[in-house]
């Protein structure tokens, strides 16, 4: 294999966390040229508190990465949630994108334990919790 074929893969993963990290400034610097009133009709369009779209446009478009990997470990079928309940689905990714215990979360999905932890530090446990049961008829 000549050197031009070789593969780098964690050069790679950090340039492409470079360019994601490039296009996040970018983004964040083209939202913050935007004027108040268009900024707050769109946060209203999202029905989310303007301040609340401010902090999930800061923390990017990976913000929510955690949730699905959450409900697998919980053993909740993700793309049937999509399906039946798309709005909850939107919340929670809202939820998972605002949180601030990201560290306890990615440990305990790294060590196989969020399934036996998340209650105490997930902010999406309420809904969790509601999604597990089984539906009464």
């Known amino acids: 294999m000549t050197a031009q074929q070789e593969s780098y893969p ?7 966390r470079f360019v994601d990290w490039l296009k ?11 004027n ?3 900024f707050d009709l769109i946060a209203q369009d999202l029905r989310v508190l303007p301040e609340e779209l401010d902090r999930l ?3 990017g478009p990976h913000s929510a ?23 909850l ?5 809202r939820v998972c994108s605002l949180c601030r215990d990201k560290a306890h979360c990615h440990g305990d999905l790294s060590a196989g334990t969020a399934a036996e932890h998340y209650q105490e530090y997930c ?6 919790e ?8």
């Open 123 to 128: 902010p999406n446990a309420p809904a969790f």
């Open 10 to 16: 964690t050069v790679e993963f950090l340039i492409g």
């Open 89 to 93: 689905v939107r919340d929670m990714q």
């Open 57 to 59: 446009v800061e923390a």
């Open 36 to 38: 108040r009133t268009d």
């Open 24 to 34: 996040h400034r970018r983004e964040l610097s083209e939202i913050r040229r935007m």
């Open 130 to 137: 509601v999604l597990d049961k089984p539906i009464k008829h």
């Open 65 to 87: 990465d955690e949730m699905p990997k959450m409900l697998e470990a919980l053993g909740i079928d993700l793309e049937n949630l999509e399906r039946t309940q798309p709005l």
